[in-house]
């Protein structure tokens, strides 16, 4: 019967010795390039008005159902949702934003408004404008609240 020391790895019996690797002098380590990143992503929405009751209820239905949402502003004609995605890059983390809406739209009971506006910046970009004071304020406090 194998056995296996707690942490190590399955493939290996008790006693065996691991394998190291080594290292030339100067080597640098690189990180791989299609690692995910985080993105900040504001997506705005507008259409026809809709009782401020119903708009509430389905943009908490959202951030229930995908709790990365930070924070959600509306009215009863548009609203605003601000959230990190992590992707691989810009492309990614745009074409999840610009799907979110359309395929929640159901499950959540989302008002049938059109995406009307989309900004996704890295996370270094995002604190930067923070730092310089301008940009979009920093998602406090969280959660689903009127403009």
Do not use: C
Not at 5 to 26: F, K, N
Not at 35 to 45: D, E, G, K, Y
Not at 50 to 68: I, N, S, T
């Amino acid at each position: 019967m194998r056995r296996v020391r707690p942490g190590a790895a399955a493939s290996r019996t008790v006693g065996e010795e691991r394998a190291l690797t080594s290292v030339a002098a100067g080597d640098r380590y690189k990180e791989p390039e299609d690692l995910p990143r985080l993105w900040h992503v504001t997506l705005s929405v507008s259409g026809r008005e809709a009782p401020l009751k119903e708009v509430r209820r389905a943009l908490e239905q959202l951030a229930h159902d995908h709790p990365f949402l930070l924070t959600s502003r509306y009215a009863n004609d548009h609203a605003e949702i601000r959230y990190w995605e992590e992707a691989r890059d810009l492309h990614d983390a745009a074409a999840v934003a610009l799907r979110l809406w359309g395929e929640h739209r159901q499950t959540a009971g989302l008002p049938p408004w059109e995406i009307v506006g989309l900004e996704v910046i890295d996370r270094e970009t995002y604190h930067q404008r923070i730092a310089e004071g301008y940009g979009p304020l920093p998602a406090t406090p969280v959660g689903v609240h009127p403009f």
